[in-house]
């Protein structure tokens, strides 16, 4: 019957779990999903502004380049020619913008560009002063891939071809033009180089550039490539703050839904450790009536032998009331943990704390411990230094707590089990340990064997009983001492149970 009920309170809990979790499950993601359509909508807005942006600043650098000859063309203009040459090195010091500089004559000019100039001439008039051209980069190494060229027009004899520093033109002209124009914009715009593929030699060196521009950029949202003379460069922009999750209605969605999701969880958790728990109980109640009708059995079955007369000899009735005497000791210990138990979960446990030696307390519990055992199993170790600080204890708790360590040891290990108990001082506490070579416990186990009602599973297929308190009680009275109780144990290799008890 109590097993019908707890299936059917686990089915409730389930029920109830289902109800409550699928349509939060389901609001969550209507909510997730309309948070992300929104983001997504947001950014194509953005991208369609920002390529447009891109467009203007495109326009906006040539026409601040072209400015920038303007003036160059009127400093030089009325100047002999003989004066040409040092006035465009005084440039090179003072502007920025300028990486090279020469006169259409000067023979110091690269080859690549010398044999460029004659084709692009024709292009110059009075109308049309200034020619822009690409040419492979005339600085080895350029970041940049190429050179972006301007042949200015000063005089009909006279034509001036200087290079840009496109690292100029990203930190002097573009903030210049974003300032005027986007000045209320929440992005960030960079002239970077444009990738061309496999045309430029993979080398360790640009590997690493790349990364760094990848890393630095952080993903722009628009990668908008510029045509000529700009076309190994390009434009990215990328939003400083994300206007498609800002504001306070997706911000309370992205709350709600997450603590939505935490709050399942922890339901879920909640109700399932219950569950368990309901099970354990239930286990408990089967192992405890199991392990009680044991003894009351033997007792019944011995008091009828008696009550029947067919025991004659004084001997053989001796016999049977030392076993009736044991299971009745028996019996009596196993309801006593019991009760200690419901003692200790009521909070009414009186502790009578008393200061003893660790020798003394360990040598009362050995000899409760053999007077149980009738001298059976094999020698107990003990390693307790009579010089070890003294230890404030209750006794009887002491004594309880060690007894269910010294039992579980002989019960799951066998009779031929080796026990040592070993006790060793540190700067703040007394140590007692109880160990074996017995099977030990699973690893995956180890965090769980002081829970009431539970029981390791590798003991759960053999004929040993019990009610999983054993070890609940015992950590129970060592927190009661203000102690600590730990465990070190390796499956097949035994297990050691230290308390640690406070010095005095």
């Known amino acids: 019957m109590a097993l019908a009920d707890s299936v059917s309170r686990r089915q409730i809990f389930w029920l109830l779990i289902a109800l409550i979790a699928i349509p939060t499950i389901v609001l969550a993601s209507y909510s997730f999903t309309g948070v992300m359509d929104r983001r997504a909508a947001a950014e194509q807005r953005l991208r369609e502004r920002y390529l447009y942006q891109a467009a203007s600043l495109e326009l906006g650098v040539l026409t601040r380049l072209a400015a920038e000859d303007e003036r160059l063309r009127a400093t030089l203009a009325d100047l002999p020619a003989a004066a040409l040459q040092p006035a465009l090195s005084r440039l090179l010091e003072t502007d920025r913008l300028l990486r090279h500089a020469w006169l259409s004559t000067d023979p ?8 460029t100039i004659p084709g692009r001439l024709q292009d110059l008039s009075d109308a049309a002063p200034l020619t822009f051209l690409t040419l492979d980069p005339l600085t080895p190494g350029s970041p940049y891939g190429t050179s972006t060229i301007a042949l200015s027009r000063i005089a009909p004899a006279c034509i001036v071809i200087y290079e840009f520093d496109p690292a100029a033109i990203d930190a002097l002209i573009l903030p210049e033009l974003i300032t005027r124009q986007f000045s209320t914009e929440q992005a960030t715009y960079r002239l970077r180089p444009r990738v061309t593929g496999i045309s430029t030699p993979i080398s360790f060196d640009r590997l690493r550039q790349d990364l760094l521009q990848q890393v630095g950029e952080d993903r722009p949202l628009v990668d908008h490539p510029l045509a000529p003379p700009f076309a190994s460069w390009r434009i990215t922009i990328s939003p400083t703050a994300d206007p498609a999750l800002s504001g306070p209605r997706t911000g309370w969605v992205l709350f709600f ?17 219950q569950v368990a728990l309901a099970r354990l109980q239930t286990d408990f109640l089967s192992n405890v009536s199991h392990e009680l009708r044991t003894p009351l059995t033997s007792i019944r079955m011995f008091i009828e032998t008696l009550q029947s007369g067919r025991v004659k ?17 028996r019996l009596s210990g196993k309801i006593e943990r019991v009760l200690s138990w419901a003692r200790m979960e009521a909070g009414r446990r009186r502790y009578e704390f008393e200061l003893l030696r660790p020798v003394d307390a360990v040598k009362e519990v050995l000899d409760a411990f053999r007077a149980q055992q009738l001298g059976g199993g094999a020698p107990i170790i003990v390693q307790v230094p009579p010089e070890l600080p003294l230890i404030r204890i209750d006794r009887d708790a002491f004594g309880e707590a060690m007894l269910n360590l010294l039992s579980n040891a002989r019960k799951y290990g066998g009779e031929h089990v080796q026990i040592r108990i070993e006790a060793r001082a540190d700067r703040r506490f007394v140590a007692i340990s109880v160990a074996d070579d017995g099977p030990g416990i699973p690893k995956n186990e180890l965090k769980r064997i002081f829970e009431k009602f539970y029981r390791p599973k590798i003991l759960l297929s053999e004929s040993t009983q019990g009610s999983g308190l054993g070890l609940a009680i015992v950590r129970s009275v060592i927190e009661a001492h203000r102690g600590r109780i730990e465990v070190e144990s390796e499956e097949g290799r035994g297990a050691r149970f230290i308390m640690k008890f406070q010095r005095i």
Do not use: F, N, Y
Not at 108 to 115: D, R
């Open 108 to 115: 110091s000019i690269p080859p690549a560009l010398a044999a």
């Open 257 to 273: 839904t997450a603590l939505s999701g935490v709050g399942i969880w922890l339901m879920a958790r909640a109700i399932a450790q």
């Open 313 to 329: 000899d004084p001997e053989k009735v001796r016999e049977c009331l030392d076993i009736i005497a044991q299971e009745s000791e």
